[in-house]
């Protein structure tokens, strides 16, 4: 028998036992409603491989991710061009995760893989707002007249919160129509202290990685200049540390887009902090 050591294909310090989890990482290779360069489905798989390349130690939370005793579930099988299937399967996975009181870290995948998730989790929670890390608004009521896409993403969670529930960080494109209605209802904030109005919500985070300027993340469908740095990032993660965060998602890396593979190991940097706040 061979004696190794082996370099494992699970997300560095994952835990062995579900059971004993209190999050599940969960792959999502999902991108068949992308409107822009295709890619995101390769993300969880790459993102795995390229964790080993990150450092375990948190320097902003002085932790180990081996202390966080998060399982590393893998990747579902999603059928690529049904994405109403695919947003059942992550539904339903979901659902699973918070029956048995475990947070969720989802791993896409493009943006809409969000919405399955969030289905899920209102099983579960009715207390429940959004903190939406992106680029974009993500709020077209329809795409070339559909309306499952992930240009709309947040126009569907909408419709399941309300507007009330979502606050909005990042956006600098959209359509017209849809900065009307983060004007509307105020969804859009600028400043960490401005999320105190969620001080007595569950919150989901879900982080588009285009929220991050092209410099840095440079693999992913849709990049628009003018994002954030990371520190900046940073500075919301930190603040999220002090709310009731119960769930989470990473989306919208296209790893072979960016051929440095700088895009990736910035990804899973980010999901090392973002286990942090769970």
Request: proline residues 4%; aromatic residues 8%.
């Amino acid at each position: 028998m061979l004696s190794g050591p082996f370099l494992d294909k699970n997300f560095i310090g994952a835990c062995e036992d579900f059971n004993k989890s209190k999050i599940v990482m969960l792959g999502m290779p999902f991108d068949g409603t992308c409107t822009n360069r295709p890619g995101a489905r390769f993300a969880p798989q790459q993102i795995r491989v390229e964790s080993v390349g990150i450092e375990e130690y948190s320097p902003y939370f002085n932790t180990n991710l081996s202390d966080l005793n998060f399982y590393d579930a893998g990747e579902l099988e999603l059928p690529f061009g049904a994405p109403d299937k695919a947003l059942k399967v992550i539904e339903n996975n979901t659902d699973e995760i918070y029956s048995q009181n475990k947070k969720i870290l989802g791993i896409g995948g493009e943006h809409l893989v969000t919405l399955g998730t969030v289905r899920g989790v209102l099983k579960h929670i009715d207390n429940l707002a959004i903190v939406h890390f992106d680029a974009h608004t993500d709020l077209r009521k329809q795409y070339l007249d559909v309306e499952l896409t992930h240009s709309g993403v947040m126009y569907q969670i909408a419709n399941l919160l309300g507007f009330e529930n979502i606050a909005q960080i990042g956006i600098r494109s959209g359509e017209k129509e849809e900065f009307k209605l983060m004007k509307k209802y105020s969804t859009q904030i600028y400043k960490p202290e401005e999320l105190s109005r969620f001080k007595n919500k569950d919150i989901f985070v879900t982080i588009d990685l285009d929220v991050l300027d092209p410099s840095i993340m440079s693999g992913t469908g849709t990049p628009e200049a003018g994002g954030l740095n990371y520190k900046e990032l940073m500075e919301w993660i930190l603040e999220l540390k002090n709310y009731n965060v119960i769930g989470a998602d990473i989306v919208e890396l296209a790893p072979d887009l960016d051929p440095t593979k700088v895009s990736t190991a910035t990804a899973c940097k980010v999901i090392r902090e973002v286990l942090n706040i769970l």
